[in-house]
């Protein structure tokens, strides 16, 4: 089965970038199910009901959030009526929506999709690693479900690693989203799980992490906020990465960076 999960899509940018393109993607890498991080996609902050049926329109099975889910309030109840969108499932339980899903593919297989937030510099929440640990007793690799994925949403690269190796051999891809730039350490881990530290944006690079340049480095500079930040709205770069699985036991046995379009250096599967 082949897997890709795309970055956090950031504005409008990023967002226009991967809906036309994400159908062409689908079917060159002829991939049975696709994962879309959208918690910037609405101006940089939070997501929307449109946005969300937008991206399940072009082709995406699952879409992950993070600490910026709720940010459109008046679109919040789109996490309890669309059950393909998922936030952290390590925010409290009375939380609109829920953490994780099991979901078809493509070609029939089962996918569960787990979303937790990391706790190192990030808003409080409970403990990712117990939360995580909790979704996947009820669905064994290879025995309950055909695959695993974990969006791990966090800032410190220590933390990300960590939840790699706390999944290798139970987890058929962990990949960290949140700071927007894309890792080069993209392996298969010891027990047969990939990894990526993060996927990078889908969004302008020429910014600040997403965000039209001036604003940051106004604050940067003479620590005196001037404005709100906006999404940088040039070329995007679409970023993302693709797995293979082991049909028998839904382990990685191929992981590529996806990089398309905009600045950065170009890198698709074979």
């Not at 309030?73 to 393909?84: A, Q, Y």
């Not at 609109?96 to 990391?118: C, D, I, K, Y």
């Not at 894309?182 to 392996?187: L, R, V, Y």
Request: overall charge negative; some cysteine.
């Amino acid at each position: 089965m082949r897997i890709a999960v795309f970055g956090d899509v950031v504005g409008r940018s990023g967002r226009n970038g991967l809906l036309d393109r994400l159908p062409g993607l689908k079917k060159k890498l002829s991939l049975d199910f696709v994962i879309v991080n959208v918690e910037n996609a609405a101006g940089g902050f939070g997501v929307t009901g449109d946005i969300v049926e937008a991206f399940l329109d072009a082709g995406a099975d699952a879409l992950t959030t993070g600490n910026h889910a709720y940010d459109q309030r008046d679109e919040i109840d789109i996490f309890d009526r669309e059950d393909r969108l998922l936030r952290p499932v390590n925010f409290p339980a009375s939380n609109p929506g829920r953490g994780s899903g099991v979901f078809e593919a493509r070609n029939g297989a089962s996918v569960l999709v787990v979303h937790a937030q990391g706790q190192i510099g990030m808003p409080p929440g409970d403990d990712p690693f117990a939360a995580v640990e909790r979704e996947l007793a009820g669905a064994v690799l290879g025995k309950d479900v055909d695959a695993v994925v974990v969006d791990f949403h966090a800032e410190a690269t220590s933390e990300k690693a960590a939840m790699g190796h706390f999944l290798d051999g139970r987890a058929s891809l962990v990949v960290g989203t949140h700071t927007h730039v894309p890792t080069a350490d993209d392996q298969i881990l010891p027990r047969g799980t990939g990894y990526i530290t993060d996927l990078g944006m889908c969004g302008d690079y020429d910014s600040v992490i997403g965000m039209e340049k001036s604003e940051p480095l106004r604050r940067f500079v003479t620590k005196i906020p001037g404005g709100r930040f906006s999404p940088a709205n040039g070329e995007a770069t679409l970023c993302g990465v693709m797995v293979e699985t082991d049909p028998k036991t839904g382990l990685a046995q191929t992981i590529h960076p996806i990089r398309v379009d905009g600045r950065l250096r170009r890198s698709m599967p074979d």
